[in-house]
């Protein structure tokens, strides 16, 4: 398939990699100059098409470009250089390629992985409604939640489709914290949340997780910050908290580099 390109170019400002003295960012502005190169119309790049074995078999569409550039984070290289990964597919090509990897694989799974999957909502709304009208059973959508604070009719959109199950990953505790691991305005901490109540009003399937079980990126103090914060919003949320620690993917050690930090492995060592 040709490739077809997005309407901007990426310039010297778009963010790449956190490096210690970094400018915060707005990433709700992020969101929309990353949609400008990753998605053209309804169409969204796409990198890879492959089977994986998290939730036990899951077909699973690689993408790029996110509103975020958290430290810890494991994608691949497509964040930073987005202009030079993936080739744009519409939704029903990209429903073909999830059915036949699903088919192959014997999985009734899909996901988009590898990126901010809400970016692009024409080509979500129009791949979440042919899995709808599919056998496929189940739809996992994992968001770092700011489209969804920003945006509540796409919640309520997306929360129509009963093969969806969201799942919200928080990145941190304070809005401090916030900046410091996902580069974005502290202003912006809030905005997750805001998804989360969103997804609470329109009765969608979701749960949250959080990076909150490696003190090396979360410390205790900040933990207890989260978890009352979320108890805030809603008491259940934190019984059914996943708890994530970072793991050491080339990536993920790359940008801890770029950023500062030097993570010892494994975690056991530490705790
Ligand atoms: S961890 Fe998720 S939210 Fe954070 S930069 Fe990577 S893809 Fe984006």
Redesign the pocket.
């Known amino acids: 398939m040709p490739e077809r390109l997005g309407s901007e170019k990426v310039t010297e400002e778009y963010p790449r990699f956190i490096v210690p003295g970094f400018a915060p960012f707005d990433p709700m502005d992020l969101i929309k100059r990353t949609e400008r190169i990753v998605c053209s119309g309804n169409q969204r790049k796409y990198t890879n098409f492959y089977a994986t074995g998290v939730y036990g078999g899951i077909a699973t569409g690689y993408t790029v470009g ?1 509103c ?3 430290i810890f ?1 494991w ?1 691949g290289l497509g ?1 930073e250089y987005l202009e030079k990964h993936g080739k744009f597919y519409s939704p029903e090509e990209a429903f073909d390629q999830l059915s036949q990897v699903a088919r192959k694989s014997g999985t009734a799974k899909l996901r988009i992985s590898g ?2 999957p809400t970016l692009g909502k024409e080509h979500l709304l129009g791949l979440l409604s042919l899995v709808e009208e599919s056998m496929f059973k189940l739809f996992i959508l994992e968001t ?1 939640g700011v489209y969804f604070g920003i945006d509540d009719n796409y919640v309520k959109q997306v929360s129509k489709f009963k093969k969806v199950h969201v799942r919200v ?1 928080l ?1 941190a505790g304070t809005p401090e914290d916030f900046t410091r691991k ?1 580069g974005a305005k502290p202003e912006a901490f809030e905005i997750p949340f805001s998804a989360i109540r969103n997804l609470i009003k329109y009765g969608a399937r979701f749960h949250v997780a959080a990076m909150s079980a490696d003190p090396r990126i979360m410390s205790p103090a900040e933990r207890a910050a989260l978890l009352m914060k979320l108890h805030g919003v809603d008491p259940g949320l934190v019984k059914g908290l996943e708890e994530e620690i970072v793991d050491p993917y080339e990536t993920t050690l790359l940008r801890l580099e770029k950023a500062g930090h030097q993570l010892k492995w494994p975690l056991t060592q530490l705790c």
Request: hydrophobic letters at 25%.
């Open positions: 996110c975020f550039r958290c984070c994608v964040r990126a901010e770092n990953s990145k996902t």
